[in-house]
């Protein structure tokens, strides 16, 4: 399954967006999904999973960026609320069958969308 992460932008500190991921077809509704990021000068980091139903946090996002899915749509979201510019990065999604342990591992996802730059303005 091919994947393309969308609406990325440039918005204020304490503002919200929200990234959605777009497949090429429904086999991704059999993979769990996650978001990662990518700032610039740093590796690409984990920032949220959905693994069977169950959402992970990175804690620098918890409370603030909520993951989801709709099968219906079939698509996966990450709304960001209360942005800070150390969010600022190109965030990615990525879709697989990661054993639960391992969600926070990149490798552990097979497919891989384009990123989508969010810029957070101080």
């Known amino acids: 399954v091919q994947l393309q992460a969308s609406g990325g932008g440039l918005v204020q500190a304490g503002g919200s967006l929200t990234l959605s991921c777009i497949p090429s077809d429904r086999t991704f509704s059999s993979y769990n999904v996650a978001w990662f990021r990518q700032a610039p000068g740093r590796e690409r980091e984990f920032v949220s999973a959905?693994?069977?139903?169950?959402?992970y946090y990175v804690d620098s996002v918890k409370g603030r960026f909520t993951i989801s899915r709709d099968g219906t749509k079939n698509l996966a979201y990450l709304r960001m609320t209360n942005l800070k510019p150390e969010d600022t990065a190109v965030y990615y999604c990525?879709?697989?069958?990661?054993?639960?342990?391992?969600?926070?591992?990149?490798?552990?996802?097979?497919?891989w969308g384009q990123g989508t730059l969010v810029t957070v303005s101080s």
């Open positions: 959905l693994i069977w139903s169950k959402p």
């Open positions: 990525a879709a697989g069958a990661p054993l639960e342990s391992y969600y926070r591992d990149a490798s552990a996802y097979e497919f």
